[in-house]
């Protein structure tokens, strides 16, 4: 017999290793909450005697040390502990065995599941549990000891559940895991995949499952149309976190504005009182385009600004940068919307992660954006992520950008285009996702999109 320590950061983690080292037939003794994560001790060609030889067996207390604990106990107190303790340990005992039960009734669906290792890790869970209940039920630490480990086999039946129904779906629907695989190499998020999945038609063939996911995946992609060339500019102010490109894009932004109605028709702003050069940089790109830069620091200034440009045809206004915790993120929302007439355009990075970009919109959701701007599409190793967060949120996309020259590198939004480069940008990669992480994913209840 083969006894081994497991310590991951999660159950999950620790189980996956148990997995991949030991198999399905590996047999897990103890498992404990510890400071750095989860301490798993699990054992391949498990041997019971063995085991109690090698002292993991629980060794009851003596009907001495019993009796001397019983009678130090105030006859009423002893009453009413002694009614806890058998209501929480049939309690734990009830809850465990129809856990078991059904863990061990599932896994008899799937051949290839580690039904071994199911049934034994919660068994040996369940007495663990019960042991720690009955050794000392008037301590904390044995309260404590007893709820982190119905947390552990909660955790463990979770991941053994979740496994079941990944390899389940992928037995009995194969085209829809395809899909859903697909959908993870492309970087989509997994409740967005869930929720493009069940457009698909029940019974899709095969050459269905290659190219009908995409087109739905365009068809979720919101684009407003907007275009420089052809539609009235107005005013229009450019959000967003620091760094996501907003300075650049309002350069060519005004440049294709200029080309079009001319220098004497475009105006732009800085309101970016914050960052160091910020103003100073936008001053440059007015110089080379030929454009006047007025500066607002607050409310007032900004509408009496924009009270001089009225006449204008487009003015843009560069903002600073803040993340969502910036305390002066909503001094930045009072002081826009004090102002009429001002369209909201909300600049995300495609090359940041998916969970930033989707705190991004959410951290500006008080200012109501209208429209949003995608950058970076040229560093982006995938871009799936941002694509999730837009169809998440139902934002529309303006324009997109990738790279830094002005004016060529913006275009207007286009929705089968973005799908086109997300499937380009797959075929340079060469990972498969692993069963594990799909099955975290798509082997639970689906969540439902914000």
């Known amino acids: 017999m083969k006894i081994k320590r497991f310590v991951a950061a999660d159950m999950r983690q620790a189980m996956r290793q148990v997995r991949d080292e030991q198999g399905p037939d590996a047999v897990i003794l103890s498992t404990r909450r510890m400071d750095d994560g989860i301490e798993i001790i699990a054992a391949l060609d498990y041997d019971e ?40 340990i049939d309690q734990a005992r009830a809850a465990t065995a129809a856990a078991v039960e059904r863990a061990t009734r599932s896994g008899t669906t799937n051949p290839n599941a580690p039904q071994r ?40 039946l979770e991941v053994q559940l979740s496994t079941l129904a990944w390899n389940q779906m992928d037995r009995e629907q194969p085209l829809r895991a395809r899909v859903l695989r697909e959908m993870t190499r492309l970087g989509i998020d997994g409740d967005v995949a869930r929720a493009l999945c069940a457009e698909l038609p029940p019974g899709m063939t095969s050459e269905q499952a290659r190219y009908l996911p995409l087109g739905i995946l365009s068809r979720n992609i919101r684009t407003s149309g907007r275009n420089f060339d052809t539609v009235g500019g107005g005013i229009t102010a450019l959000v967003g976190t620091t760094g996501v490109g907003k300075t650049t894009t309002i350069a060519k932004l005004a440049a294709r504005a200029v080309l079009r109605h001319g ?47 009225r006449s204008k045809h487009t003015v843009l206004v560069d903002t600073a940068g803040m993340a969502g915790n910036d305390p002066k993120l909503q001094q ?11 369209r909201v355009c909300l600049v995300l990075a495609a090359n940041a992660q998916a969970q930033a970009i989707d705190n991004a919109i959410r951290s500006y959701a008080p200012l109501s954006p209208q429209t949003a701007i995608l950058t970076k ?27 830094q020259r002005v004016p060529e590198d913006i275009a207007s939004a286009d929705a089968r285009k973005l799908v086109c480069l997300a499937a380009q940008l797959l075929k340079q990669r060469n990972e498969e996702p692993d069963d594990a992480v799909l099955a975290d994913r798509f082997g639970t209840a689906a969540p439902a999109l914000a």
């Not at 068994?123 to 050794?135: H, N, Q, Y």
């Not at 000891?145 to 463990?156: D, K």
């Not at 050069?277 to 006047?292: D, F, I, K, M, S």
């Not at 930045?332 to 001002?342: E, I, K, V, Y």
């Open 377 to 403: 599409l040229d560093e982006a190793p995938l871009i799936g992520g941002a694509l999730s967060a837009l169809i998440r949120h139902a934002m529309p996309l303006d324009y997109t950008t990738d790279g």
């Open 117 to 156: 290792q199911s049934s034994a890790a919660l068994a040996s869970s369940v007495a663990d549990v019960v042991r720690a209940a009955t050794v000392n039920p008037n301590s904390d630490a044995a309260v404590n000891g007893v709820r982190a480990e119905i947390n552990n086999l909660r955790e463990m």
């Open 332 to 342: 930045q929302f009072d002081t826009l919307r004090a102002t009429s007439n001002l």
């Open 263 to 309: 220098a004497s028709n475009v105006a732009l702003i800085s309101a970016d009182q914050y960052r160091i050069g910020a103003g100073a940089q936008l001053e440059h790109y007015g110089r080379l385009l030929g454009v006047r830069v007025y500066n607002a620091h607050d409310a007032d200034s900004l509408r009496n600004v924009l009270l001089q440009l």
């Open 49 to 88: 005697a063995l085991v109690r030889e090698a002292g993991f067996a629980f060794e009851p207390p003596t009907a001495e040390e019993t009796a001397a604990r019983h009678a130090a106990t105030p006859a009423p107190i002893r009453a009413s502990r002694d009614g806890d303790r058998a209501a929480r």
